[in-house]
């Protein structure tokens, strides 16, 4: 019999995580294969998360194996701040002399350069953004837990973690490509907050 749980993210789970986060890194869609190094997204997207906020964690099982998560962060400004001081600065070191020739694509080497973005820099619409909506979250879910109501138990498990700390609203971002996500978010009451040059950001208010 097939069964799907859902509980709070180990530092076990790590492994999965980056697994889900580069299988689902292409707009929803594996992206195995634009990556040499298939850690290299989700040291961005996924590992961090784990570090800093776990019990904003969680991850949804098929037969006891991780096949999905989401993961979020309260105070994205605090978080932002923690990356750039903590968590960025080895990968910048070791990512500095990696070889031309293992960057496959455009996305990993877009991927390389997050590491060393400015992410806390003075940007009025950021600021706004973050005032409004200070939590953020990524969920990722493989085929095996798609149009199960996997997404809906996993958004619904964070936003009840969300309200025990008295977070009011959260942002995500979404490929613009990816429609289908776009509907699931309009569905669960995220609305458009800022268009950017890969998609939009959206956010949802809390219910306290």
């Not at 991780?66 to 993961?71: A, L």
């Not at 490929?175 to 800022?194: D, E, H, I, Q």
Request: with cysteine.
């Amino acid at each position: 019999m097939v069964t799907s749980t859902i509980r709070g993210a180990e530092l076990s789970d790590l492994p999965y995580c980056y697994e889900i986060c580069v299988k689902t890194g292409d707009a929803g869609k594996d992206a195995s294969g634009l990556f040499y190094d298939p850690y290299v997204i989700g040291q961005y997207y996924a590992a961090p998360y784990l570090f800093f906020e776990r019990d904003l964690c969680f991850v949804a099982e098929l037969n006891g194996i991780p096949q999905g998560y989401i993961i979020g962060v309260s105070d994205t400004h605090a978080f932002n701040g923690w990356l750039e001081s903590d968590w960025l600065p080895p990968l910048q070191k070791r990512y500095r002399n990696y070889p031309l020739e293992n960057i496959k694509t455009d996305a990993e080497r877009n991927a390389i350069a997050l590491f060393y973005k400015n992410l806390n820099a003075s940007k009025k619409d950021e600021d706004s953004l973050y005032k409004t909506y200070p939590a953020h979250l990524h969920i990722d879910l493989l085929p095996s837990l798609q149009g199960q109501g996997q997404g809906r138990a996993l958004l619904e498990t964070l936003f009840a973690a969300l309200a025990k700390k008295n977070v009011h609203a959260v942002h995500l971002g979404v490929s613009g490509t990816n429609t289908s996500a776009l509907a699931f978010y309009r569905k669960m009451g995220f609305t458009p907050v800022k268009e950017t040059d890969w998609g939009v950001i959206m956010g949802v208010h809390i219910k306290q």
